[in-house]
């Protein structure tokens, strides 16, 4: 269950840059120039897991396995994508398949650097890219309606699903996002089939200069305000030092920010507000062949969270069992536990917890 973010903002706020950087590449080509991107770029980047490290210590497994996101770097929008400006409708496209949103947003001055609305502000840079999604969620819920409309002078009866999709037409052609409208149960089914882009969680990550990384400036504080009204996650990085620290191994990297007043990484953050947004937790198996992470909702009972692992498991589940991370460090590892009465036998209904480590019992 890997988490997929897309990458989205205006061109040349800094998005290929923040790719290359979080991914530890350079397939994204970055240039002063819009539309530098046209081919979504994809990577699959390790979740940063200090727990993985300390029980690795303990286990001393043959290898180490993180939990895992995948970033979509999408080309950059403009005013119109919707309509097909810039390749807008084939960029849009890319954002469905994404849990999330990464909005990268432009909160620093550069005249070297051009902005193609030739002015810093990144509130209304955000309400660019925000119209153009809920636009194109208008065109994708007006075929869905017209669908709906056939299928129901075919059954001769009035459909529940298209009484809520045309509230929401009006709903999104009144210029609100999706994420706005009363959540149903039809709702949710059309939202699961139409993956509609306004209704996507979003973290707004202000792109600073180095300056901007110790104390917030003014852009920062209009997006912070913009998303604390908006109830989405806001981080602030910068791209260009989050670029200059590839290759920087943990102990130099953390040195590097503190020296710059920042204690994360950009994605560290990014991960974190994910998860989050998006209500992930980790599990853990530990043995001597490997140490693994596994992403699982929060809430997860420990047959589903066993079927992540491979879908017998839930099938054939007996019991779960289980020790807390704090408890498994605290004890020097599973048999010490165990000895100590710290690993729990649990079964179908137990919820499993974030730092769970666990050995599933099942039948084949």
Not at 256 to 279: N, P, V, W, Y
Not at 328 to 333: A, S
Request: aromatic share 6%; proline share 2%.
């Amino acid at each position: 269950m890997a988490l997929s973010i897309g990458i989205v903002g205006l061109p040349n706020v800094g998005k290929s840059t923040t790719f290359n950087a979080l991914t530890k590449s350079q397939n994204a080509q970055a240039a002063n120039y819009p539309f530098c991107t046209i081919e979504p770029n994809k990577a699959i980047v390790e979740v940063p897991d200090i727990r993985l490290k300390v029980l690795s210590e303990i286990v001393k497994p043959q290898r180490i396995l993180y939990a895992q996101v995948e970033f979509v770097d999408i080309a950059g929008l403009v005013r119109g994508a919707s309509k097909g400006e810039g390749l807008g409708n084939q960029f849009l496209a890319n954002i469905k398949e994404a849990d999330a949103i990464l909005h990268i947003v432009r909160c620093f001055e550069d005249s070297d650097i051009t902005h193609v609305e030739n002015r810093i502000n990144p509130v209304a840079d955000i309400g660019i890219i925000e119209l153009e999604l809920v636009l194109a969620d208008i065109v994708t819920l007006q075929r869905k309606i017209a669908k709906l409309e056939r299928e129901s002078k075919a059954q001769k009866n009035s459909s529940k699903t298209l009484e809520v999709a045309n509230k929401l037409l009006a709903h999104l052609e009144s210029d609100n996002p999706a994420s706005s409208f009363e959540k149903s149960e039809e709702f949710v089914g059309l939202d699961r089939e139409l993956r509609l882009l306004s209704n996507k969680k979003v973290i707004y990550a202000a792109n600073v200069d180095e300056k901007g990384l110790s104390k917030d400036n003014e852009y920062v504080e209009k997006v912070r305000e913009y998303g604390a009204k908006n109830g989405a996650e806001v981080i602030k990085l910068c791209a260009k030092i989050e670029e200059e620290m590839v290759g920087l191994d943990d102990k130099e990297r953390a040195e590097f920010l503190s020296a710059l007043g920042s204690s994360e990484s950009g994605l560290e953050q990014i991960i974190r507000s994910g998860f989050r947004l998006l209500g992930l937790i980790s599990y853990f198996t530990a043995g001597v062949k490997e140490v693994r992470a596994w992403t699982i909702a929060n809430g997860t009972k420990a047959p589903q969270a066993a079927s992540v692992i491979h879908n017998d498991f839930e099938k054939g589940f007996i019991r779960a069992e289980t020790i807390s991370y704090d408890d498994f460090v605290k004890y020097g590892g599973e048999a010490k536990a165990k000895e100590s009465g710290a690993m729990r036998s649990e079964g179908k209904e137990y919820i499993v917890q974030d730092g769970d480590i666990m050995r599933f019992r099942f039948n084949v």
